[in-house]
T-cell receptor
Framework: LAKTTQPISMDSYEGQEVNITCSHNNIATNDYITWYQQFPSQGPRFIIQGYKTKVTNEVASLFIPADRKSSTLSLPRVSLSDTAVYYCLVGDKGYGGSQGNLIFGKGTKLSVKP | DTGVSQNPRHKITKRGQNVTFRCDPISEHNRLYWYRQTLGQGPEFLTYFQNEAQLEKSRLLSDRFSAERPKGSFSTLEIQRTEQGDSAMYLC??????????????FGPGTRLTVT
């Protein structure tokens, strides 16, 4: 099974750029890397998804090196409201063309301070 | 609000009882997922449907758990003979399938189960 490893926690200050790295050594060829954000007592919320190189949207950037064994979520100029748990998701292929078991990492708890 | 709804939001039951949860996905989404999450842990995959077909079930899932998605619309998750270890948040998510390997999922608010 493709497993992921992330730092357990990170601290930052408002206005700083935050980079969270996820390791996924056994990622499958067709798998995408997806990041989610979760606030307490809520379901995870999709942030960004990518396959290789760099992806950017209105809230974050995702950097994926050529070997795809890791990925880095970059949050520009964080605010207090970015305090949350961030999960890296990599799919593991199952049989019959299904998506297989989807495995969330343990997550990184980001604390943004004023 | 992501458009995915779950009912009930909270459920307290006694050990040994059966419980059933419902998930209503975003209407045009053909894929539906169930997860379980305990405090301080990431969501744990339970099962996945594409339309009405249950395509994947976690090897960790006990036989006491069963899920259905009749007609490819809403889904139910049933836990039989609940145990205290089943206490968790049960999350449902849906997505619009665009081929294998794409996982942009929209999560519901979850059902919190407490087994006493």
């Amino acid at each position: 099974l493709a497993k992921t490893t992330q730092p357990i926690s990170m601290d930052s200050y408002e206005g700083q750029e935050v980079n969270i790295t996820c390791s996924h050594n056994n990622i499958a060829t067709n798998d995408y890397i997806t990041w989610y954000q979760q606030f307490p007592s809520q379901g995870p919320r999709f942030i960004i998804q990518g396959y290789k190189t760099k992806v950017t949207n209105e809230v974050a950037s995702l950097f994926i090196p050529a070997d795809r064994k890791s990925s880095t979520l970059s949050l520009p100029r964080v605010s207090l409201s970015d305090t949350a748990v961030y999960y890296c998701l990599v799919g593991d292929k199952g049989y019959g063309g299904s998506q297989g078991n989807l495995i969330f990492g343990k997550g990184t708890k980001l604390s943004v301070k004023p | 609000d992501t458009g995915v709804s779950q009912n009930p939001r909270h459920k307290i039951t006694k050990r040994g009882q059966n419980v059933t949860f419902r998930c209503d996905p975003i209407s045009e989404h053909n894929r539906l997922y169930w997860y379980r999450q305990t405090l301080g842990q990431g969501p744990e995959f339970l099962t996945y449907f594409q339309n009405e077909a249950q395509l994947e079930k976690s090897r960790l899932l006990s036989d006491r758990f069963s899920a259905e998605r009749p007609k490819g619309s809403f889904s139910t998750l049933e836990i039989q003979r609940t145990e205290q270890g089943d206490s968790a948040m049960y999350l449902c998510a849906s997505s619009l399938g665009r081929g294998q390997g794409t996982y942009e999922q929209y999560f519901g608010p979850g059902t919190r189960l407490t087994v006493t």
